[in-house]
C-alpha cells in the first residue's frame, strides 16, 4: 500500500525558511492531491496546503503568504517550504494523500486525508 | 480558535456509547461532508470515517458519523480501551477560494 515519509531539517532558526519533503512509496504519485498538515506541541491540527500532481495548489488563507508547495513526479516527491518562520511554526509536519472515491465510472477527489506520513518535528529556534 | 467546534473531552466506561460533537457553519459542514480522524497517543492521525458516514476498510463498525445540517456527530459503541485517543473532525470550506477546516478535537477518556 502507498507510504509517506517526510524528512527535513528537524531545527530552524527563527525568520529562515522551513523546507520539508515528502516522499511517495508503494504507488504514483500522479492522479491525486497530495498535502501538508501541522499540529504544534499540544493542539489541533492545521491544514497548510495541497498540490495536484500536475502542480496546481491551494493553501490556507493565513498561511498563504509564506507556503510554497512543489511536486517532482521523477522522484515520486512532493515538497513543502515555509518563509520567515517564527517560534509559532514549531510543530510535527504531516504530509497525507487526499482520498479519491468514484461513482458511475467517473473518479472525484474527496476531502478526507489518507493515508498519512509519520510526522516531523521542527523546531523553530536560534 | 478552531472554525469547527469540537467538545474538549469525553469519556465513557467499556462497553458504553459515546458521541463527540462537531459545529460548524453554512460554508463548511452545512455544504460540504465531515471526515473524522482518530490519534492515538504520540502517533499519526489516522482516517476513520469520510463522506459523513463511511468507514474505511479495518475501521470497526463500533464507529458510525453522521451529520444534520450545521452539525456532525461521530458515535463509538461498545467502547474499548484502545479506543482512548483524540479525534478530530474535518470538512471543506467554501470561503476564501476554499480550504479544510479541522475542529479542536476531543480528547476521549475510557474510564
Known amino acids: 500500500q502507498v507510504q509517506l515519509q517526510e524528512s527535513g531539517p528537524g531545527l530552524v532558526k527563527p525568520s529562515e525558511t522551513l523546507s520539508l519533503t515528502c516522499t511517495v512509496s508503494g504507488g504514483s504519485i500522479s492522479s491525486y492531491y497530495w498535502s501538508w498538515i501541522r499540529q504544534p506541541p499540544g493542539k489541533g491540527l492545521e491544514w497548510i496546503g495541497y498540490i495536484y500532481y500536475s502542480g496546481s495548489t491551494n493553501y490556507n488563507p493565513s498561511l498563504k503568504s509564506r507556503v510554497t508547495i512543489s511536486v517532482d513526479t521523477s522522484k515520486n516527491q512532493f515538497s513543502l517550504k515555509l518563509s520567515s518562520v517564527t517560534a509559532a511554526d514549531t510543530a510535527v509536519y504531516y504530509c497525507a494523500r487526499r482520498g479519491k472515491y468514484c461513482s458511475g465510472g467517473s473518479c472525484y477527489s474527496g476531502s478526507w486525508f489518507d493515508p498519512w506520513g509519520q510526522g516531523t518535528l521542527v523546531t523553530v529556534s536560534s | 480558535q478552531s472554525v469547527l467546534t469540537q467538545p474538549p473531552s469525553a469519556s465513557g466506561t467499556p462497553g458504553q456509547r459515546v458521541t463527540i460533537s462537531c459545529s460548524g457553519s453554512s460554508s463548511n459542514i452545512g455544504s460540504n461532508t465531515v471526515n473524522w480522524y482518530q490519534q492515538l497517543p504520540g502517533t499519526a492521525p489516522k482516517l476513520l470515517i469520510y463522506?459523513?458516514?463511511q468507514r474505511p476498510s479495518g475501521v470497526p463498525d463500533r464507529f458510525s458519523g453522521s451529520k444534520s445540517g450545521t452539525s456532525a456527530s461521530l458515535a463509538i459503541s461498545g467502547l474499548q480501551s484502545e479506543d482512548e485517543a483524540d479525534y478530530y473532525c474535518a470538512a471543506w470550506d467554501d470561503s476564501l477560494n476554499g480550504h479544510v477546516v479541522f475542529g479542536g478535537g476531543t480528547k476521549l477518556t475510557v474510564l
Open positions: 463522506s459523513n458516514n
